[in-house]
């Protein structure tokens, strides 16, 4: 199998693109590097590439309902005549955006090159907005946040001279569109903080006793590679988290569940998983179940599987199974956690177990970003895109993309919840296991 891929791959590289009807493994093929400035050229050729993919390889044939051609000829004059090349990418990007579909992107070279280390570019925090105000939710002890005293539970009053509150609420209105609210919410979050390393922002914070907290920080590249995080908790119960759904994280996962096998329950820690692999999706998901179990269906363009090597090899199955595990499989109660930031794969996971009543969901209704996409295209002058290629139904007819998959118990995050370092999605986690393992 491995020896045919390569002889395709070399086939496609070499012009050979019939084998390759989807473009799955053109994909895989090194590109050259991007030009220091796109000329005129460059930038027409860019956007015709992104306008054609779309049109021609998105899962849905009604377009998700979205007049495209109106896209193509709103988009063209703003990208054309961007100011500088990181309008020029924001412009294309923003043209997929009106596909609704938080898949369906556009990166510009530097974005696709943080994305391909597992880094970002970051003061070191992140906010929420509760109760009308925005909240540290999360501070990274390698930023300049935590050094300057940055806690979570702290407001962020003031941002670069301006109301943090009001900046946000005017970046949400410049932002592409996405997939539902909480997508497009993310995107503003980025608007309000990106900026190039090295560049700083003066913020003022509001610490939860009212004493003031004015910084200067600087942005710093972050690397934050997959991780894993297990333990059996005092409880008892079995805990697994982990931050992205990435091939290499597989069988540290599994045999993390593996460990838990004698647990009296198992909770899967989804928050702010981005998602990932698929096919990893299937294998956790074995670990809870028994038998073959069918846990949905795909919806591809063409209706048909998509395929290599003139049909012989199908790289997404119509049918979308869980192999199980048959006596290995866990038995007992299984919770996992979601909240906003939770994508895709997660969203896979979650829902799936969900809809086959093996599991049950507990916190904040996530992203509602439940499409897939094969890796990202090449886009003429270092950009990349991706574009959705398949959609999925549940076991039971449900669609999460555009919703999000809901919590059998929803535990909304609050101020004091910050302020307090309290989790009291885990706590209701454990109290649901509790009354599950009753049962």
């Known amino acids: 199998m491995l020896r045919a891929f390569l002889v395709c791959l070399a086939l496609v590289a070499s012009g050979c693109a019939s084998i390759d009807p989807n473009n799955v493994l053109t994909r895989q093929v090194p590109s050259s590097p991007a030009p220091a400035s796109l000329d005129p050229q460059a930038r027409a050729e860019a956007f015709d590439f992104v306008w054609t993919t779309v049109n021609e390889r998105y899962y849905d044939p009604q377009m998700n309902g979205v007049d495209w051609n109106a896209a193509r000829e709103k988009f063209r004059p703003l990208a054309l005549g961007a100011a500088n090349d990181e309008q020029f990418w ?98 503003a979050l980025r608007k309000l903080f990106q900026g190039e390393p090295g560049t700083r922002a003066s913020m003022e914070f509001l610490r939860a006793d009212g004493t003031p907290l004015a910084v200067n920080l600087e942005r710093k590249t972050l690397n934050l590679p997959p991780r894993i995080v297990t333990r059996r908790l005092p409880s008892g119960y079995g805990y697994v988290r982990f931050t992205e759904f990435k091939q290499g994280l597989q069988s540290d996962v599994i045999d993390a569940v593996r460990a838990q096998r004698d647990a009296p329950g198992i909770i899967i820690d989804l928050r702010g998983n981005p998602g990932g692999s698929l096919y990893m999706v299937w294998n956790i998901a074995s ?153």
């Open 287 to 439: 670990e809870f179940v028994a038998d073959p179990t069918v846990a949905g269906r795909t919806l591809t363009r063409t209706g048909k599987p998509i395929t290599v090597l003139f049909n012989a090899i199908e790289i997404m199955k119509l049918e979308q199974k869980i192999d199980g595990r048959g006596a290995e499989a866990y038995k007992g109660p299984v919770v996992v956690l979601v909240d906003r930031g939770s994508a895709s794969g997660s969203e896979m996971l979650a829902s799936s177990l969900q809809a086959l009543g093996r599991a049950k969901v507990v916190g904040e209704t996530s992203c509602g970003c439940l499409l897939g996409f094969f890796g990202y295209a090449q886009v003429p002058g270092g950009g990349r895109l991706a574009y959705s290629e398949i959609g999925f139904v549940l076991s039971d007819g449900q669609r999460i993309e555009g919703i999000g998959v809901v919590p059998d118990k929803p535990v909304p995050i609050t101020a004091a919840d910050l302020q307090f370092n309290r989790d009291r999605t885990l706590e209701a986690a454990e109290a649901l296991l509790a009354t599950m393992a009753k049962k």
């Open 90 to 187: 924001e412009e294309l990007d923003r043209m997929t955006g009106e596909m609704k579909d938080g898949h369906t992107r556009v990166e510009s070279p530097r974005q696709a090159a943080l994305r391909e280390k597992s880094a970002s570019v970051s003061f070191g925090f992140g906010v929420m907005e509760i109760d009308g105000a925005l909240l540290v939710n999360t501070v990274n002890p390698e930023g300049d946040a935590w050094w300057a005293g940055v806690r979570s539970g702290m407001k962020l009053a003031g941002f670069d001279g301006k109301d943090a509150l009001a900046s946000l609420r005017e970046a949400r209105k410049e932002v592409r569109n996405s997939s539902t609210p909480q997508a497009k919410e993310r995107a």
